[in-house]
């Protein structure tokens, strides 16, 4: 019984110090609508590696009366441009109620015809979590992502 509690206590303390240290920067956040965007880098201590992302953190709007947070996470300059392509493509569509959808690996934007708001939704491999913005909102939100250079400060 001892040697299993030394083994035991013995991975635990080999686990936690093989893990590296990280710090979190967060370069620059907002609030637009129900959307709350952080730009921000993680620095790895031990290597002194960063890695910088893009966190849109939105409760879903499927739920009312319980918190569920969701979000779209992009860590590269490629997908972030993609996402203000398909923002300023969904833009001069919000007023047609037609039914139509931008659908990739990291979220889901789309329009339905019951409604002049854009869906902004979580990746399809996370699950259905969803949100709306209005127009000015999506503006805004193309500004602020057009507002930092993806990879630096």
Do not use: H
């Not at 001069?92 to 019951?114: H, R, T």
């Not at 969803?130 to 400060?153: A, C, D, N, P």
């Amino acid at each position: 019984m001892k040697k299993i509690i030394l083994f035991l206590v013995m991975s635990l303390v080999f686990s936690v110090s093989g893990k590296a240290q990280q710090k979190r920067v967060t370069i620059l956040e907002s609030k637009i609508g129900l959307l709350k965007p952080s730009y921000s880098k993680t620095i790895d201590l031990e290597t002194k590696t960063t890695l910088y992302y893009l966190y849109i953190g939105f409760q879903n709007q499927k739920y009312k009366s319980i918190t569920d947070s969701k979000s779209v996470f992009i860590t590269n300059d490629a997908d972030l441009k993609n996402l203000i392509k398909d923002l300023k493509m969904a833009m001069p569509e919000m007023e047609s109620k037609q039914n139509i959808e931008w659908k990739k690996d990291l979220y889901i934007l789309a329009l339905y015809d019951f409604s002049d708001k854009l869906y902004f939704c979580e990746s399809p491999k996370k699950g259905s979590g969803y949100t709306t913005i209005s127009k000015k909102e999506v503006e805004e939100l193309i500004l602020w992502l057009e507002s930092f250079q993806f990879g630096k400060e």
